[in-house]
């Protein structure tokens, strides 16, 4: 039976009104995804029937979101810094918060400059391909363990056309080889493993590895933060993601570890989230 998109539209939101807390909104994204038509299509063609297939793969599509599993992951695809990312359950969807790591990254990396930037643990790509594309005159390393992750970042960087990255299999330092950079940055995971957010919205989904750190939750950036002054120049940049609730310990250990001129900086919910630290010159 044929059905309007408005209709669609609203017995879809009831469907996902238990689940999600923008359901007009993800069932909006759910439909323009099959119909392969921009959000403001549905709303300026209201009365236009679906296909019996479109139907069939909407509804498909809404179950899917019913039961959990993110957005992002149905339709495989994320903007980040206005760069579409694909994603699947190997990656870490990203978040605007972590745009804040891009942000600070490239306010130390001059607009016409040929630094060298080093993202550690890059998921699907997206700080270290929203930074080479800021800034196509510098290197970038990014580095991950995961090799279904890297697979991933690899088809985005050829994707969006950026070529000023490259990649390297391994676990945090290890890719890099003695290599010293200007700027270092990471998402590392930083969430404990007995912390009750991990059942909750969208990170039952996502890959663990990336997630989690381990009991304290700050085991993955006192690593990066430990060995972060042997890959960075004299003056060069560390700048760290972290937890909501983390900003104090990290600056103390980047203070440790003998850092200078450390800021910690909020997300755009008001919450500390990024930790930066500069390398004693």
């Known amino acids: 039976m044929a059905i309007e998109i408005e209709k669609a539209l609203s017995l879809a939101a009831s469907q996902l009104d238990p689940v999600s807390s923008s359901p007009s909104l993800d069932a909006e994204i759910l439909l323009s995804h099959v119909m392969d038509k921009h959000r403001a ?37 994320r903007e980040f810094w206005s760069l579409e990312f694909h994603v699947t359950p190997d990656t870490l969807i990203p978040r605007p918060e972590t745009e804040l790591v891009v942000e600070h990254a490239l306010l130390r990396l001059p607009a016409e400059g040929t630094h060298r930037v080093a993202d550690l643990g890059t998921g699907s790509g997206a700080i270290a391909l ?39 299999r391994g676990d945090w330092y290890q890719p890099l080889a003695g290599a010293r950079f200007h700027v270092l940055c990471s998402n590392p995971p930083y969430v404990r493993e007995d912390d009750p957010h991990l059942t909750r919205g969208d990170l039952p ?10 009991e304290t939750g700050v085991e993955a950036l006192q690593i990066i933060i430990s060995g972060a ?19 104090d310990e990290v600056t103390h250990r980047l203070r440790q ?11 755009i919910a008001g919450q500390s ?7 004693p010159s």
């Open 229 to 247: 002054q042997r890959h960075l120049h004299p003056g060069g940049w560390l700048i760290l993601e972290h937890g909501y609730d983390q900003a």
């Open 130 to 168: 929203a930074v080479a594309h800021e800034r196509p005159g510098c290197t970038v390393i990014a580095t991950d363990n995961c090799a279904a992750a890297l697979s991933i970042a690899r088809w985005n960087a050829a994707r969006l056309k950026i070529t000023n990255v490259e990649f390297h």
């Open 41 to 77: 299509h549905l709303r300026a063609w209201p009365q236009e029937r679906l296909t019996p297939q479109q139907k069939h793969t909407f509804e498909n599509l809404v179950a899917r979101r019913r039961a959990g599993v993110p957005i992002a992951y149905i339709i495989g695809r």
């Open 205 to 214: 989904h996502e890959p663990e590895a990336a997630l989690v750190a381990g």
């Open 273 to 279: 989230r990024v930790a930066v630290g500069k390398a």
């Open 257 to 267: 570890q003998g850092f200078e001129d450390i800021e910690s900086h909020c997300d």
